[in-house]
Nanobody
Framework: QVQLVESGGGSVEAGGSLRLSCTVS????????MGWVRQPPGKGREAVAL????????YYDDSVKGRFTISQDNAKNMVYLQMDSLTPEDNGMYYC?????????????????WGQGTQVTVSS
């Protein structure tokens, strides 16, 4: 199993930035990729960013490309999501998630372990 703990959410005005952090521990075979999954209010979950843990390759949903950056610090067992130029469309709960799979895009069901989530609120 993989244990994931997110932090860094909050409220920000449109155009602002937030940095989400995820502390990672547990079975490496279950975290061949790490992702950030967003759930907007009243909608389903969608992966917005993914990083392959063995080589650092990154992937993004078109809605966040150029604004969000996923990164990892393997020495500290951390995964980050830098979010810039935020808009109200970025509102939602953000989950750090681990997967045995590496092919982008990943569906939410392909992530096997999840954090508790952190709320991001962007006001216009």
């Amino acid at each position: 199993q993989v244990q994931l703990v997110e932090s860094g959410g909050g409220s920000v005005e449109a155009g602002g930035s937030l940095r989400l952090s995820c502390t990672v521990s547990g079975d490496p075979s279950r975290r061949k990729s790490m992702g950030w999954v967003r759930q907007p209010p009243g909608k389903g979950r969608e992966a917005v960013a993914l990083i392959k843990t063995h080589n650092g390759d990154t992937y993004y949903d078109d809605s966040v490309k150029g604004r969000f950056t996923i990164s990892q610090d393997n020495a500290k067992n951390m995964v980050y999501l830098q979010m810039d130029s935020l808009t109200p469309e970025d509102n939602g709960m953000y989950y750090c998630a681990a997967s045995r799979f590496v092919d982008w895009p990943l569906r939410p069901g392909e992530f096997g372990d999840w954090g508790q989530g952190t709320q991001v609120t962007v006001s216009s």
